[in-house]
């Protein structure tokens, strides 16, 4: 039986993200985002909470997210965590913890950010297109190379 690993988090991209390659070639890309949370404190007032995540993206889904999440953009990512450990330089073991990209929803972007960032949309026959919904197929995982991974 599978263990139940699944993440699903919603926020604005904080930095345009940059594609990179893998080892075997495989494209990855990196999306920083920043999730809000607002909660009503114990003594009564409303407090603002900003998380910031790093998401992994591969293959098309990285191409693609390069090109239509540009800083400022609303994404609902779903996906999985996953552990990585490894040795530093002096020897010392390392582990992380990745956000790993099955899915990339787009939110609407409002009109006058769009029309500097954004390609014009094309016309839809109502279903998502690939821009608007992403799904990353499992065999485009691969291992990003060791001077990408942050410490």
């Known amino acids: 039986m599978n263990a139940l690993n699944q993440i699903i988090l ?6 345009q993200p940059e594609r990179k390659s893998c ?17 009503k404190a ?17 293959g098309q889904t990285a191409e693609l997210c390069e090109k239509w999440c540009p800083k400022g953009r609303g994404i609902r990512v779903v996906g999985r965590l ?3 450990t490894m040795q530093t330089e002096d020897g010392k073991k390392r582990s992380i913890i990745e956000i790993i990209a099955e899915h990339v929803d787009f939110k609407p972007i409002p009109k006058k950010a769009e ?12 279903k ?4 608007e ?9 691969c291992e990003p190379l060791e001077d990408d991974l942050e410490f």
């Open 10 to 15: 919603e926020g604005n991209v904080v930095r």
């Open 23 to 39: 080892k075997n070639g495989a494209s990855f890309c990196r999306i920083p985002i920043a999730v809000n949370r607002k909660y």
């Open 42 to 58: 114990s003594d009564g007032n409303y407090v603002d909470e900003v998380s910031y995540f790093d998401v992994a993206t591969f």
């Open 82 to 84: 996953k552990q990585t």
């Open 115 to 126: 029309e500097k960032a954004l390609p014009a949309p094309k016309k839809s026959s109502g």
């Open 128 to 131: 998502k297109s690939k821009e």
């Open 133 to 141: 919904s992403l799904e990353a197929a499992p065999d485009e995982f």
